[in-house]
């Protein structure tokens, strides 16, 4: 593969760093403050680590040859997001830092660990935000420092 096939590797590490950057400015205040629509800063946290988790595990359904599942419609994440709400509020926030932090060390380790066969594997089915965290991350990021002011 080539250096500007696997560009988002870099990508991801920088927007992970820049995860990591914010968490650690973050006021226990900043972690509570609204982000949108009943969402904190936290729960912004909570779900990034959410998020990294599931596709870490599609991914290594991927790598294993288990992959060809029918995608979920899009309105599916959007239900789990809904879903899942109430449990990120509850986790404590610094937890949900950690969670998020974790959760994008693993997912990007594992990404750049995989076999170049599932990288085509899953760039072929047009499925490139798994292996593009980095998009997800600075969303979320901007949503952050919007609610930050």
Avoid: K, Q
Avoid at 8 to 32: F, H, S
Avoid at 41 to 56: C, E, G, K, P, Q
């Amino acid at each position: 593969m080539t250096a500007a096939a696997t560009g988002y590797l870099a990508e991801n590490d920088a927007a992970r760093a820049e995860l990591a950057r914010v968490i650690d400015a973050l006021t226990e205040d900043d972690l509570r403050r609204p982000t949108h629509s009943g969402w904190t800063v936290a729960s912004t946290l909570a779900h990034l680590a959410y998020w990294d988790r599931r596709y870490h595990l599609e991914l290594a359904r991927w790598e294993r040859g288990e992959a060809g599942a029918v995608p979920a419609p899009e309105w599916a994440d959007d239900d789990t997001n809904a879903a899942l709400l109430p449990e990120w509020l509850a986790i404590p926030p610094r937890e949900a830092c950690r969670l998020a932090l974790e959760a994008a060390e693993a997912v990007d380790a594992f990404v750049a660990a995989l076999s170049p066969v599932t990288v085509e594997a899953v760039l072929g089915a047009r499925r490139r935000w798994l292996l593009h965290r980095h998009g997800h991350r600075r969303e979320h990021l901007a949503e952050i420092r919007d609610a930050l002011g």
